[in-house]
């Protein structure tokens, strides 16, 4: 009896603090508390001294450096960020520092520490070095604070930073990185203008037909000295008379398919054909001889 009425009294009360309206800034045990940005300060001093006098900005919960703060290989810059209330905590705290020409694939990134309401960032040229190399020159700094409790992530652009890597043992600026493939601009090649050769003089037409005729003469000397030669046309009588006819036509059909083929057949086209009249002329050539030699003993 009595343990069932200490029961329903604390799930009474239970009910009673779950349907209360809480003034706010109020937090209920267990639950997060939203934060609020209320002030950034930074600081540029010596690097490795805390403690060293240097240079401060007030700007607020939302403003940005008048001009680029220079930071050296021998100062450091300690971004000071205070969240209301003290006992939030965020999730994400990031400085990003993402370099203006090279845009987003050559930044820095730095994680905050935080205690007792406040966000720390310390930056210096040897960690920015870590990740982008002797990469120097202006850099966009952005502060990033996020949590799950918070309604938008909050953001604040602070302005430029001009970074300065350690010197080369002359004296000279550090040299930056060679870009990287996927840092290389993309844009349309330069349009070039092809110049075609002027073609060579040739001689008139008529010189060349000229000439062309002049290399038919020794065939035509050759048909008209062709008895005088010794050649027997009387053997070619019969059976032999077809097959001289064939022999002879075969070999002319390859040298007139040569010439087409120079003038205008494709070599494809022109194998088929060579192959086939090679084969009638040796056959028709065999048959031709083999009558002579028949003929021959016969007489």
């Known amino acids: 009896g009595a343990m069932a009425r200490r029961l329903a009294l604390g799930l009474a009360l239970a009910c009673v603090v779950l349907q209360a309206d809480w ?43 008048e001009e680029a703060v220079a930071l050296t290989h021998t100062s450091e810059l300690t971004v000071e960020v205070e969240v209301q209330p003290k006992e939030f905590v965020a999730a994400q705290k990031l400085f ?7 845009g987003k694939l050559s930044a820095a990134k730095f994680a905050g520490s935080q205690k007792e309401g406040k966000i720390v960032f310390k930056v210096t040229s040897a960690e920015i070095k870590q990740q982008v190399g002797t990469l120097g020159g202006d850099f966009d700094a952005e502060l990033v604070i996020a949590d799950a409790s918070m309604a938008n992530p909050w953001k604040n652009d602070l302005g430029k930073i001009s970074v300065q890597h350690t010197p080369k043992q002359n004296g000279d600026a550090a040299a930056d990185p060679p870009l990287l493939y996927h840092e290389i601009p993309e844009s349309p090649r330069p349009d070039f203008g092809h110049i075609m050769r002027e073609p060579e003089k040739r001689p008139p037409r ?54 087409y083929y120079w003038l205008a057949l494709p070599l494809l086209k022109m194998l ?28």
């Open 206 to 259: 008529i010189t060349s037909m000229a000439f062309t005729m002049a290399t038919f003469c020794p065939l035509g000397l050759l048909i008209l000295r062709l008895s005088s030669l010794g050649v027997n046309f009387k053997r070619m009588t019969g059976g032999i008379f077809v097959d001289a006819v064939l022999f002879h036509s075969s070999v002319a059909s390859i040298l007139g398919l040569l010439v």
């Open 23 to 65: 003034p706010s800034g109020v937090a209920v045990a267990g639950a997060a508390a939203d934060g609020q940005i209320t002030q950034v300060t930074a600081r540029l001093a010596r690097a490795g001294d805390g403690t060293a006098p240097g240079k401060e900005w007030s700007l607020g919960s939302q403003g940005r450096f």
């Open 96 to 102: 990003v520092l993402t370099h203006s020409e090279r």
């Open 272 to 299: 088929p054909i060579f192959g086939a009249l090679s084969a009638a002329a040796s056959l028709f050539g065999f048959r031709l001889l083999s009558g002579l030699a028949n003929k021959d003993k016969k007489a």
